[in-house]
């Protein structure tokens, strides 16, 4: 099994949910709470909205949690008005670049080619990929199909690879009430890995998205290397005990 190899990563995703005060305070609090904990099998990362991500580094410097952004642009430079600059993010101290998040394909028309682009632009900037990938179907054999496409069109033809993180999130487990059943995420995160395996991609990590929260990691932790978190980290408290968990299930494993 890939997972016991890699490091445990959890990742938040603000979206566009918490105003300045409350995604700083968040942060105060998380990263008060992350000075106890001492363990360097971890990695986090936080993806705050853009506007917030400059004060969000300097708030992190020193921090168990690396900064990302929810979206970048194609292009590195030049005249694209209102893009995010995946050279200047990493400039600033950027770590992570989310690319092609359901919400991203659904609302603003993104599709397989430009997220492709995305994956290279984030690779030539030194930016780590967060690819999304998940299906919109709710039947079984028509799921794997879209995810076997979804993760080839993404990624046959990167070339400058260095890191890769897949976020696994069925389209119809985002902003619901339960996550996709532990059944189903392990099927499909060992069909990711198997997919990542046949495209002689090494270093990468799969993480699961959609409702994520307490009491999940136990029963994907053999096939997934971590959680990609939304609304069910909104309360620090329950950030914090969500990460130590996760932490005792990694280290059993081992
Ligand atoms: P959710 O969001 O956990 O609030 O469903 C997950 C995501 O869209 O990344």
New binding site residues.
């Given amino acids: 099994m890939g997972s016991s190899a890699s490091k445990l990563l959890i990742g938040v ?1 603000l979206k566009m949910y918490m105003n300045r005060e409350q995604t700083l305070s968040w942060l105060d609090a998380a990263v008060t709470e992350l000075q106890n904990i001492k363990d360097n099998n971890i990695e986090l990362f936080l993806l705050p909205s853009p506007p917030l991500i400059s004060e969000c580094l300097e708030r992190t410097s020193g921090s168990l949690f690396a900064i990302g952004a929810q979206n970048i642009s194609e292009y590195d430079s030049g005249a694209f008005t209102g893009e995010i600059s995946p050279q200047l993010l990493t400039q600033m101290g950027c770590e992570y670049a989310l690319v092609g ?2 919400e991203r394909r659904a609302l603003f028309g993104e599709n397989d080619d430009v997220i492709s682009q995305k994956i290279a632009a984030s690779s030539r900037n030194n930016l780590i990929p967060i690819v999304c990938i998940g299906e919109l179907s709710t039947e079984e054999k028509e799921a794997q199909t879209e995810v076997r496409i979804q993760i080839t069109t993404a990624l046959e033809e990167q070339k400058h690879l260095k890191k890769l993180v897949i976020a696994y ?1 069925p389209t119809w ?4 009430e339960q996550p996709a059943s532990s059944e189903h995420i392990n099927r499909m995160c060992s069909l990711i890995r198997t997919e990542l395996e046949e495209l002689k991609i090494k270093n990468f990590q799969i993480i699961y ?4 929260g307490e009491g999940l990691f136990e029963m994907i932790s053999q096939t997934c290397d971590g959680l ?5 980290s909104h309360d620090p408290q329950t950030f914090i005990s969500i990460v130590q968990e996760c932490i005792s299930i990694k280290a059993a494993n081992q």
Avoid: P, Q, V
Wanted: glycine fraction near 24%; aromatic fraction near 6%; charge should be positive.
């Fill in positions: 995703n998040h359901h999130e487990a985002i902003g619901a998205g959609g409702s994520a990609f978190l939304g609304r069910r």
